[in-house]
């Protein structure tokens, strides 16, 4: 399919938020047990005065929410009340560094001043854009810094911005937590570890209390994983949750924490200038156990350079922990080709641009958790519906490759959701994804991972969100709803 016309420049115009909800206009029927409210989070403000944000990520962030009820949806959005957003519209520039977009001090301000600015350092950003959830009886607004912010499901009003280093031993956190059944939300995030080195923190928020407790009160840090490099972690946007384990892939994006700590005292850094590729590490995936929680440092699982923002599933069967992701093959980080004057050029420049990145794959690895000296040199996976492999090498490394779910030439299947509350960390059948086209969301894709069978819905000059996928009250298959 082909943009010619370049519509999906709209995505990325500034918009400006309602003052009430407006009716939405409907194509077809919307099914009459689907009623509720759906919340998603996306940039909505590209511009301050007369300063551009530079990346897609550096937009600010604005709450989207739709109410379905007897077959009509209405429609609302607001702007969140960050710091970054408030202090921007009220100075009319960019006050607090983005992604991709670097503040300068007040030009108003005289020279000694400006020098204090510098040496202060650049704050952290608020802009929760990214995704929404809830923690306990509340809904928090994210990004993948320490800040969150409370908002208000109904009005969309801004709450309160809550700092989680105030509670957790993390310098940030990603965007795409876990939530179990009970309501306990786990995430992950970089940490200073032992000897100054950096480490990975799998951390928990207990449900809502009886006693009407603030449960980030009760937070905790259930396990810590090393890093490969003492002072240089890899980027995190996901981790993947079974029953007993947590799953975590070190991919070779890394922060390079001198980078990034000397960026706060130079003119015009950005947090992209802070990441930089290992050229040599490949990927390593991590395993630790949940109850009682432990890193299961005996068993290195090691395979080609990829990066990964999004797993799909990972579940436990028959000894193994099946892992699909969406992948991106090599070490170039994707966000580089992120940067709004990229996206918004003629279609051919943008397919031009797209042809440099990585190449997007949908990939399953198979981790083996009995692992025996004496099976070097061969293949460990003995699941009989997959072809990946996990082979045994002599210095006790085990090599993974995959099993290609879905690949197609500059396509990729990204912001997969599943039948989270029945499948999460269970074997499962259907995905559901946002199709990229060169970068550009132009379709839904429904993908079934054991068939590699996919559906597509795309209409002409339509930019759709990530699907979300809704079950039918009892539904008895995997994919009713």
């Known amino acids: 399919v082909e943009h010619p016309a370049a519509g999906y420049r709209k995505i990325f115009e500034t918009v400006e938020e309602l003052n009430e909800p407006i009716p939405a206009k409907i194509t077809g029927v919307i099914p009459s047990w689907l009623g509720g409210s759906l919340l998603r989070m996306g940039p909505g403000l590209f511009e301050v005065g007369d300063e551009p944000f530079y990346h897609l990520f550096d937009g ?18 607001k702007f969140i009340r960050t710091d970054a957003y408030v202090r921007a519209l009220t100075e009319n520039r960019v006050v607090i560094t983005e992604f991709g977009t670097a503040a300068y001090p007040d030009p108003c301000k005289n020279i000694f001043s400006r020098f204090f600015t510098y040496f202060r350092g650049i704050e952290v950003t608020d802009n929760c854009m990214v995704n929404v959830y809830p923690i306990g009886e509340d809904f928090y607004a994210v990004t993948e810094t320490n800040y969150i912010t409370k908002v208000d499901p109904d009005s969309l009003e801004t709450v309160k911005k809550v700092d989680l280093c105030k509670y957790l031993s993390v310098n940030g956190v990603t965007a795409h937590p876990h939530t179990d059944t009970d309501g306990t939300v786990y995430n992950i995030g970089n940490c200073f570890g032992k000897n100054m080195s950096l480490a990975y923190n799998v951390v928990k928020i207990p449900p809502a209390q009886k006693d009407n407790s603030d449960p980030f009160e009760k937070s905790q840090v259930v396990v810590q994983l090393p890093s490969s490099e003492r002072l240089k972690p890899s980027y995190i946007h996901s981790f993947g949750m079974t029953d007993n384990y947590f799953v975590f892939v070190e991919q070779p994006v890394k922060i390079n924490l001198l980078k990034f700590l000397s960026a706060w005292s130079i003119r015009g850094a950005t947090y992209m200038d802070c990441f930089e590729a290992n050229e040599s ?25 990829f990066n990964i923002f999004h797993h799909i599933n990972a579940y436990e069967d028959q000894g193994f922990i099946v892992v ?32 440099k990145a990585p190449q997007p794959e949908i990939r399953r690895y198979v981790l083996p958790l009995d692992i025996h000296r004496e099976e070097q040199g061969k293949n ?3 699941l009989s519906y997959t072809t990946a492999t996990a082979v045994l090498h002599r210095d006790g490394t085990i090599w993974l490759e995959p099993e290609v779910l879905f690949s197609g030439p500059r396509l990729a299947f990204e912001f997969p959701q599943i039948n989270y ?14 199709g990229l086209n060169h970068f550009i969301p132009d379709r839904i894709v429904k993908l079934n991972v054991q068939t590699k069978e996919t559906w597509v819905w795309q209409e002409e000059d339509c930019y759709p969100s990530e699907p979300l996928f809704v079950p039918i009250p009892g539904a008895t298959e995997e994919d009713d709803g």
Request: include cysteine; charged fraction near 25%.
């Open 60 to 77: 600010q962030a604005l709450m989207h929410k739709f109410d379905l009820k007897d077959g009509q949806v209405t429609y609302n959005r």
């Open 281 to 305: 590490m490949g990927t390593w995936f991590h395993l630790a156990t949940k109850d009682p929680a432990g890193y299961l440092s005996s068993h290195k699982f090691r395979t080609s350079a």
């Open 324 to 355: 699909d992701l969406c992948t991106w093959k090599g070490h170039d980080f994707v966000y580089n080709y992120l940067y709004l004057a990229n996206l918004k050029k003629e279609w051919e420049e943008v397919k031009k641009a797209a042809m």
């Open 380 to 382: 460990l996976v003995s």
């Open 421 to 434: 509350s029945r499948c999460r960390g269970k074997k499962y059948s259907f995905a559901y994804g946002l």
